[in-house]
């Protein structure tokens, strides 16, 4: 069942496996999404695109950015200043790598999208949501 803006829904999203995400998910995708693994950079697809549209998690299909949003920040993947509403990310503190950064989740589908730094546009929040194209599909208005 897809809920009104065709995402699944938790219950759905609570009964898949790791053999049902496998299933669902090309292997690149998996490795992202489910292993937290991180796209090359300047390599996605959505890294130059400035169309007029959604940006969806690709585990859920759940609205995470707005169009208006993005923007380029040179770092080599979609950057987005600010999420559809408050609630569709989930923030974690991530020390791999022997870094430190906030890694962002679909709050829905617990896919890793990519990480927030606070090195964004001033004019606007501030923030960089620096996301794997992989881990989102693109919908145009």
């Given at each position: 069942?897809?809920?009104?803006?065709?995402?699944?829904?938790?219950?759905?999203?609570?009964?898949?496996?790791?053999?049902?995400?496998?299933?669902?998910?090309?292997?690149?995708?998996?490795?992202?999404?489910?292993?937290?693994?991180?796209?090359?950079?300047?390599?996605?697809?959505?890294?130059?695109?400035?169309?007029?549209?959604?940006?969806?998690?690709?585990g859920c299909n759940t609205k995470l950015f707005d169009s208006d949003s993005k923007y380029h920040s040179?770092?080599?993947?979609?950057?987005?200043?600010?999420?559809?509403?408050?609630?569709?990310?989930?923030?974690?503190?991530?020390?791999?790598?022997?870094?430190?950064?906030?890694?962002?989740?679909?709050?829905?589908?617990?896919?890793?999208?990519?990480?927030?730094?606070?090195d964004g546009p001033r004019e606007t929040t501030g923030m960089r949501y620096c996301i794997n194209s992989?881990?989102?599909?693109?919908?145009?208005?």
């Open positions: 069942m897809l809920l009104p803006d065709h995402s699944l829904s938790p219950d759905e999203i609570a009964q898949l496996t790791e053999q049902d995400w496998q299933n669902r998910l090309t292997a690149d995708e998996y490795y992202v999404l489910r292993q937290k693994g991180t796209e090359r950079p300047f390599t996605g697809l959505y890294t130059d695109v400035f169309e007029t549209g959604v940006y969806r998690c690709k040179g770092c080599g993947w979609p950057s987005f200043d600010k999420t559809i509403n408050d609630t569709v990310l989930t923030e974690t503190l991530d020390l791999s790598h022997g870094m430190r950064r906030i890694e962002v989740t679909c709050s829905n589908c617990g896919g890793h999208l990519g990480h927030v730094f606070p992989i881990a989102i599909d693109f919908e145009p208005n």
